[in-house]
């Protein structure tokens, strides 16, 4: 029993030491206004639409999207100096860069940045709350809207499309579901099969 105590605290104090970041957007008038990303090293992540937002849409990223992100992290200094650019630019919507591993935490604010490191990581940010949005959208339509199927499935096809979307393989079990079930139009379910084929092949 003590034992079991035991292995149960380190695996407590291992994950409250893992790396993990937090992204977020201010951004008055878009839609959605404020997005709330946070990510550990083991990829396993959570995004909201709202600061008070108690039920967070729970994620998982791959490894190799996993390291990506994290090596774009230290190649910032784990933001340990101001990434704001001092050109003067429209506003882009406030953003926030967080690193926590235990204790430590450093943060870092900006509305632009010409770090092409700072750049790409608010692009990750941003491909994975697309790819949550466009998931939620098909989920709703899939329960609530089945002749908005179609208009959902060509969206999320556009964004696989331009290489908006992260962790592909979330998409099939809903996918999958759509492309079997006799209720949605044929060309919907034919959408869902085809695309969930494609995905299929993504490595």
Not at 34 to 44: E, M, Q, Y
Not at 82 to 101: C, D, H, I, Q, W
Not at 175 to 180: E, G, T, V
Request: hydrophobic letters at 40%; glycine letters at 6%; a negative charge.
């Amino acid at each position: 029993m003590k034992w079991c105590l035991l292995l149960l605290g380190c695996m407590c104090l291992e994950a409250a030491e893992l790396p993990r970041l937090y992204y977020s957007k201010s951004f008055p008038g878009s839609v959605p206004a404020f997005v709330a990303i946070t990510l550990d090293k083991n990829g396993a992540g959570d995004y909201k639409e709202a600061q008070d937002d108690d039920r967070p849409v729970h994620f998982q990223l791959s490894e190799a999207e996993s390291v990506e992100i994290f090596g774009l992290v230290e190649k910032l200094g784990y933001f340990d100096h101001p990434l704001e650019s001092p050109l003067k630019v429209a506003f882009m919507g406030a953003k926030t860069f967080r690193f926590e591993k235990g204790a430590a935490r450093s943060e870092v604010k900006f509305n632009f940045s010409e770090d092409p490191a700072a750049r790409d990581l608010a692009d990750w940010f941003e491909r994975i709350a697309e790819s949550e949005q466009h998931l939620g959208y098909l989920e709703i339509a899939a329960k609530y809207d089945k002749l908005g199927v179609m208009k959902a499935l060509l969206l999320l096809e556009s964004a696989y499309d331009r290489k908006r979307l992260v962790n592909v393989q979330q998409y099939l079990p809903l996918l999958d579901r759509i492309a079997n079930n006799e209720s949605y139009m044929h060309q919907a379910r034919l959408r869902a099969g085809s695309l969930a084929e494609e995905m299929r092949a993504t490595k």
